[in-house]
């Protein structure tokens, strides 16, 4: 098979073109994700990665160069919103070291994220001599895979099916069937079909049938898809009336510069309070607040004037604070009742690695500062916990726990019947904003639930199980809002029985691979 001759000399012309292009490629995926949402481009961004995959060329340099680049492109462009983060002025960060910890970060993360597509492509070229369909089926699969095993790691964030959301709500749905995966292997699947009739199309002399067979089965997967997509997205809701909650939301605007200052305290009780009685007029059944609303431990909510207020209206509240854990502390949403009695918890278990706590502590602890406001460990919450209220139980995410969809899944299987969301996206851009209510969009509808969504500076929202955003807050804002969503009991396919699809093509394509070796 020749298509496109990459030589062994590292600064060949060609060698230099093809880098150019598995970056301009990279980037071009990268565009697709919110806010620059060019969702289209995912359907054929990974072609030319896919057809310099398989050159006449398999020396173990340029390949997983090509693989390398373009995962770096994609995610380093994808996440680009991490510079946010500087300057680190609030953290008491000089300028210059601010950058350097910036730039560490981003290149960090893109690095990792390369290192994810060097795997795929060291596993999709030992497939090189095999069959267009099966290729096409095997590098859907451990693409798949691969997604899966990185989403068990502490840092995952650029998943491919996130590039539909927040507008491609069609295809979303598929996320019902067998979570964000389901998405992931058709966008690969496409990609692939399209990437091998490219492959045929260059190569023969005579152009035939079979060619056109991958084009036609690229284009009917692609409308299969949609309008799978479209049916599960026109069914009703269903919602019960019974199970309606009228919930209010507070954005209170808190700058991270002054959040864990004396006088940033004083603010966010003092908004919080204003804005819970604010809410408790309109006649709201419950109010959430964002993710370390009130940045102290719990033992000292009581002696807040929120707590008063509380006590006198009536009305519960979700408050994010800090809990206690030992000698450590966890970020925590805490329920309190009508009585002011806090009667349930809730504790981040997916913690920001660097942000939020160092990755192996004991042998990097003293070379590298904590980025905390507190002077204790930050540590993990424990997995798979649920969250009782007065409403029954509920589904709950603290802030990066959105890019998890395993955490809402669990919680949706036993019994959650809507989504909270809480979070501070303050100290990054608006863009991370963005993707991170595109990634709660993808959350409700896979679970099939109503989800509010309570931040500090933006972008609060409430969101229903099909995907669409009812209310979405302005940004660096402080607002209040009242919505009445609907506590649902009804079970989608990937909330019954998780990720099934994944397993089901390993097998599929393994028995393929061998019917084929052994004919």
Request: net charge neutral.
């Amino acid at each position: 098979m020749k298509i496109l001759k990459i030589q062994d000399d590292p600064i060949s012309i060609l060698s230099i073109l093809s880098y150019i292009l598995a970056a301009i490629s990279g980037l071009l995926m990268g565009l697709t994700v919110a806010p620059v949402s060019l969702w289209f481009l995912a359907w054929f961004a990974l072609i030319p990665l896919w057809i310099l995959l398989f050159n006449d060329k398999y020396n173990s340099h340029n390949y997983l160069r090509l693989a390398f680049i373009w995962g770096v492109f994609y995610h380093g462009t994808a996440i680009s919103w991490i510079r946010g983060i500087h300057p680190m002025d609030w953290l008491g960060v000089p300028w210059w070291p601010s950058l350097l910890i910036t730039l560490f970060c981003w290149l960090f993360v893109s690095f990792w994220g390369g290192f994810f597509l060097v795997i795929w492509a060291f596993l999709m070229v030992r497939f090189n001599k095999q069959t267009p369909w099966l290729r096409v089926l095997l590098g859907s699969t451990i693409w798949c895979c691969l997604e899966t095993a990185w989403s068990y790691s502490s840092l995952w964030w650029s998943s491919l099916s996130y590039t539909q959301s927040p507008h491609n709500l069609l295809v979303l749905h598929l996320g019902q069937i067998s979570g964000s995966n389901t998405v992931t292997f058709l966008l690969v699947s496409v990609n692939g079909l399209l990437a091998e009739f490219g492959i045929l199309y260059l190569t023969q002399r005579r152009k035939d049938a079979k060619s056109y067979i991958l084009l036609f089965g690229a284009v009917g997967l692609f409308l299969l898809g949609h309008l799978w997509g479209f049916y599960l997205y026109v069914s009703p809701a269903n919602d019960d009336f019974n199970n309606a909650v009228k919930v209010g939301i507070i954005q209170g605007n808190i700058p991270n510069k002054i959040k864990v200052l004396p006088q940033g305290l004083r603010l966010a009780i003092y908004h919080y309070t204003h804005g819970y009685l604010q809410l408790v007029n309109q006649g709201v059944n419950a109010v959430l607040t964002p993710e370390a609303a009130i940045p102290i431990f719990s033992y000292n909510l009581p002696n807040t004037d929120l707590f008063m207020a509380i006590k006198e209206q009536q009305i519960p509240i979700w408050i994010g604070a800090f809990g206690v854990q030992g000698d450590s502390y966890t970020n925590s949403l805490f329920t309190v009742n009508e009585k002011g009695e806090i009667t349930s918890r809730y504790d981040k278990s997916k913690l920001v690695p660097l942000g939020e706590y160092i990755p192996f502590e004991e042998i990097f602890g003293k070379l590298i500062e904590r980025l905390s406001p507190l002077e204790a460990h930050q540590v993990h919450g424990a997995k798979n916990q649920i969250f009782d209220t007065i409403f029954g139980r509920v589904i709950v995410g603290i802030c990066y726990e959105s890019a998890f969809p395993e955490i809402f899944r669990y919680q949706a299987a036993m019994g959650g019947k809507f989504i909270l969301s809480s979070s501070n996206d303050a100290h990054y851009t608006m863009a991370m904003a963005d993707q991170h209510h595109a990634l709660d969009i993808m959350r409700a509808i896979e679970t099939s639930r109503w989800a509010v969504r309570s931040t500090n500076t933006g972008y609060s929202a409430v969101i229903d199980p099909h995907g669409h955003t009812l209310w979405k807050s302005g940004y660096n804002s402080y607002e209040t809002h009242a919505a009445v969503i609907y506590g649902r009991e009804y079970r989608t396919l990937y909330v019954s029985f998780g990720d099934w699809l994944t397993p089901f093509f390993v097998i599929i394509s393994g028995l393929v691979w061998l019917i084929i070796k052994i004919v």
